[in-house]
């Protein structure tokens, strides 16, 4: 804060689109979306100070506009740097958190503003990754959970999510899923925690750049799969929060991965394209119309960054790279290897030599599709 | 090394049974046991020096006998500490290593043995978390592995050992794995590991204490559980070094946790006993003749520890409890809380306060089986 007079700055929340802007406990959010025109929120008035103290998560808390107070055991993976065909690649070990994704982190600060809101109970609509995430949160803090899924959702994802004491309320399709999330929020005074575009959930994502930049340093280059974008721009905002506190001297050139059949951030940065092929694999990237798309768009653009496509055959080579590294994923975290390969030439002829790329959800959970897709 | 004049000790390996010394890179060493009468062997003249840097198991190389030159993000894992009935648990959350469970450390190190001794090869007779820990290590190191498991063994275990690279034997019964895995060995020139018993597997597990005693000093008490004994041995002996060293001025008291139905320790502390019940849920700690019984009974009595014994009732119950904590994790991992809840008054009577508890394995692979077991 501005103590020696001018106008005092504190951290709050501003509609990407119609500009209007809130405090951070504002009731209104607990379905965290603009309260006037339903638009993405971004958090401006960030006073950032460098203060790293204790483990995991919780280390960067003066990073963060709010303080972690709903969290165990996420973050402080390890990163793992290994020389290939002339990069430095950093892999970051997202699928060792708690729940086997990246997902522990971004749920811990979704969950800490619900808590910060006077809230008791949280609702979300995901059936993957996210869904068992923010499950889990929501039991060690005490909270009720409820998640919404897709009524053809896998059997051993519903199980999981009920093992971690959730309920589950099924709908038609995903998309159904989503507005009966943001109504059930409404009408029994939950926070819905719309891992899609919560400007918090993403803010907990920036921590896997403080933990990067302690452990290696800033890359060159950042290669991430893009599917909501909170992971992509999560880290890209980590990194600029770096920068301008002047501990990093650059930025990294922000490539995000999309499979061949569902791109859009690739059409909003480099013009439509019909690409062929399949790409059924990376799930965790099939999402049609991500609220954060223009954010996106900007970060890849201002970055000097691009969007690449890849489709199966290239992931399933990729996830057997992964693999044969001791690196037991599920495909979705092979596809920055197999965008990496497409372009590695370019890259080092860019003057491109470290390259972090986070591996995101673990191949644990899905032993049996591994063994099927690698014919083990 | 002893400089000043005198006799100069190097560490070597010590049969625990005859007493003959080995050097250890003696060829014959490839099966891990004494050459001379089969017995386990100890490492002697040690010589460590307490000198932490970079990240993961590698940070504690100056406190181990061989450098570990087999390795690939193990190690590391978060401490999570919380107030419970007067205590304090430290929950050290060994599933999140790379395979699922803290046998990833063990491995590194006895096949960064097995690659001083210049073999390209190894064999390993457990299809659990042995057996993936070594699949995995084998693969990232570029050797050949073969794991011998009973006939009989779940499908999902063999199939994951496989999509490591692992080749696969049966056997007809865990102890005729055993035999024809050291068997091999010798007539394909491959490393054993032997994990039950390989000192350096062993050694590899100290480094849960070194860890431990960075994150948050020495506790007053370690809980445990006690199967092969490795575990055990290992964090007790880390903890005996750092004190050797002056770095920590008291030693924890050794707790170890075994089944009602298979408990060769207890009977080894505390005099035979039949015990009324079930205990096949922690298969981790089904080990009817430990190699390490007696190192493992001599610790416990000398930091004045005990043998807890726990049913397959008692695992459900702390099973449910860390679920609910968040911890998503095997039932053998739950014996230690299992134990810890029937001695609890005890423990605060005596001044204990600060208790390690390792989780050992990770739930994400057999969440079928917690589903199940927990009734979600």
Redesign the interface.
């Known amino acids: 804060m501005n103590l020696m007079g001018g106008t005092v700055i504190m951290p709050s929340l501003r509609c990407t689109k119609c500009g209007h802007e809130f405090s951070l406990d504002d009731a209104r959010l607990i379905v965290p979306r603009c309260p006037r025109c339903g638009e993405v929120l971004e958090i401006i008035g960030e006073e950032p100070v460098w203060r790293p103290r204790g483990?995991?998560l919780a280390r960067y808390s003066s990073m963060l506009v709010i303080k972690p107070v709903m969290y165990?055991?996420?973050?402080?993976t390890?990163?793992?740097v290994e020389e290939y065909r002339g990069l430095r690649l950093w892999?970051k070990?997202e699928y060792?958190?708690?729940?086997?994704s990246f997902k522990d982190r971004g749920s811990a600060l979704a969950l800490s503003h619900a808590s910060m809101l006077g809230v008791s109970c949280v609702v979300e609509d995901s059936s993957g990754n996210a869904g068992l995430a923010v499950a889990?949160?929501a039991?060690?803090s005490g909270m009720e959970a409820l998640i919404v899924v897709p009524r053809d959702a896998p059997e051993?994802k519903k199980?999981?999510i009920?093992?971690?004491?959730a309920g589950l309320v099924e709908a038609e399709t995903r998309a159904a899923a989503a507005s009966l999330a943001s109504k059930l929020a409404r009408e029994k005074n939950c926070y819905y925690v719309y891992h899609l575009g919560n400007p918090f959930f993403i803010q907990g994502l920036e921590t896997i750049a403080y933990e990067v930049y302690e452990?290696e340093g800033v890359p060159d280059a950042v290669i991430a799969p893009f599917g909501s974008g909170g992971l992509f721009l999560g880290i890209a905002r980590g990194f600029e929060k770096l920068r301008s506190l002047g501990l990093a001297r650059k930025q990294p050139v922000m490539i995000a991965v999309q499979g061949v059949e569902v791109h859009p951030l690739y059409d909003a940065v480099h013009g439509s394209v019909v690409a062929s092929g399949s790409s059924q694999l990376a799930d965790g990237i099939r999402v049609p119309d991500p609220p954060l798309l223009s954010q996106g768009a900007r970060v890849v653009k201002e970055s000097r960054g691009r969007v690449i496509l890849v489709n199966d055959e290239e992931i399933t080579r990729a996830l057997q790279g992964l693999?044969?590294?001791?690196?037991?994923v599920e495909p979705t975290s092979a596809s920055a290897l197999a965008a990496l390969d497409k372009i590695i030439d370019e890259l080092r002829e860019n003057g491109v030599r470290d390259v972090l790329l986070p591996l995101t959800g673990?191949g644990?959970?899905v032993?049996?599709e591994?063994?099927k897709l690698?014919g083990?």
């Open positions: 483990s995991g165990r055991g996420e973050g402080g390890q990163l793992v892999f070990l060792t958190n708690p729940s086997g889990r949160t039991r060690i051993g199980r999981a009920r093992l971690l004491g452990q693999v044969d590294r001791g690196f037991i673990s644990l959970k032993l049996d591994l063994v690698l083990a």
